[in-house]
């Protein structure tokens, strides 16, 4: 099975900051990676698919990148409405389509 | 509107058996895969499986394989999870989620809170 290991687990910040969540694969899984939101009391977001590709309706502050077994969330310019815990997840290997740990953004 | 709608919050003992449902609208159900999402309070997303509701291809985590059970009802629009024998540990927020074709999983239900408890 493919471990995600996503870091860190939580994160302190500022409405305005950059701030980056890094998710590490066990094994290459070549961009099969997307990126949830997930709010207190709902249903997870889903922010990016294939690595850095931004789904619709996504506000352009978030970004995805990375290949191989390493990815990249990075948040442009926190705005209030982003601090949540977010959620990697490969969809590589069938049928273990594993989660990261979560990363909870909070206000600094 | 595309759109997962999971049946309502379920209070059982240990022991008693449940089936919770997932009924998708808006778009071709037979089409797309439906996975299900375990998160105990408090923690992470969990992955449990997935089927596709067009020939019942079911596919388990090898973590869920055994104590769960995961079907559809194609004519109905409606993937299920059920357990026969529930236990304290199954204590969960449940959610089901529409996976994109070869890709992300892009469409979710409300959740469906399931509590065991004597």
């Known amino acids: 099975d493919i471990q995600m290991t996503q870091s860190p687990s939580s994160l302190s910040a500022s409405v305005g900051d950059r701030v980056t969540i890094t998710c590490r694969a066990s094994?290459?899984?070549?961009?099969?990676l997307a990126w949830y939101q997930q709010k207190p009391g709902k249903a997870p977001k889903l922010l990016l698919y294939a690595a850095s590709r931004l789904e619709s309706g996504v506000p352009s502050r978030f970004s995805g990148s990375g290949s191989g077994t390493d990815y990249t969330l990075t948040i442009s310019s926190l705005q209030p409405e982003d601090f949540a815990t977010y959620y990697c997840q490969q969809y590589y290997s069938t049928p273990m389509y594993t989660f990261g740990q979560g990363t909870k953004l909070e206000i600094k | 509107e595309v759109q997962l709608v999971q049946s309502g919050a379920e209070v059982k003992k240990p022991g008693e058996s449940l089936k919770i449902s997932c009924k998708g609208s808006?778009?071709?159900?037979?089409?797309?895969?439906i996975g299900w999402v375990r998160q105990m309070p408090g923690k992470g997303l969990e992955w449990m499986g997935i089927i596709y509701p067009g020939d019942s291809d079911t596919r388990y985590s090898p973590s869920f394989q055994g104590q769960v059970t995961i079907s559809a009802d194609k004519s109905i629009s409606t993937a299920y999870l059920q357990w026969s024998s529930l236990k304290a540990s199954d204590t969960a927020m449940y959610y089901c989620a529409r996976r994109r074709s070869n890709d992300a999983f892009d469409i979710w239900g409300q959740g469906t809170m399931v509590t065991v408890s004597s």
């Open positions: 808006g778009y071709s159900f037979t089409s797309y895969w």
């Open positions: 094994q290459g899984i070549s961009n099969s």
